[in-house]
Nanobody, 123 residues
Framework: QVQLVESGGGLAQAGGSLRLSCVAS????????AAWFRQAPETEREFVAGIRWSSGPTYYADSVKGRFTISRDNAKNTVYLQMTNLKPEDTAVYYC????????????????WGQGTQVTCSS
């Protein structure tokens, strides 16, 4: 079992920045992958960014490429999402997720989810 706790959400103006953190507790494995998803009201939960727990490349949705950066600190069992140049359309609840196998944009890949943290960007 893996427990995930997100933090760092809040209110930012357009063009501003926020950094989200996701602390994992319980059993984690180097083969695991972590990702950030987001869900705005009345929309589907969508993939934002992903990274392998141990090493390897990062993946981003086209809508956030060049503005968001996913990273990890293995010593702290923490995954981050640095968000810059925020736009009002980035407003959503952001969820951290972990997959036991594989890395991709499908929600079905992910076995563990955090409770979410609200990000609001005002124009």
């Amino acid at each position: 079992q893996v427990q995930l706790v997100e933090s760092g959400g809040g209110l930012a103006q357009a063009g501003g920045s926020l950094r989200l953190s996701c602390v994992a507790s319980g059993r984690t494995d180097s083969e695991y992958a972590a990702a950030w998803f987001r869900q705005a009201p009345e929309t589907e939960r969508e993939f934002v960014a992903g990274i392998r727990w141990s090493s390897g490349p990062t993946y981003y949705a086209d809508s956030v490429k060049g503005r968001f950066t996913i990273s990890r600190d293995n010593a702290k069992n923490t995954v981050y999402l640095q968000m810059t140049n925020l736009k009002p359309e980035d407003t959503a609840v952001y969820y951290c997720a972990v997959a036991s196998y594989g890395l991709g944009s499908s929600r079905d890949l992910y076995d563990y989810w955090g409770q979410g943290t609200q990000v609001t960007c005002s124009s």
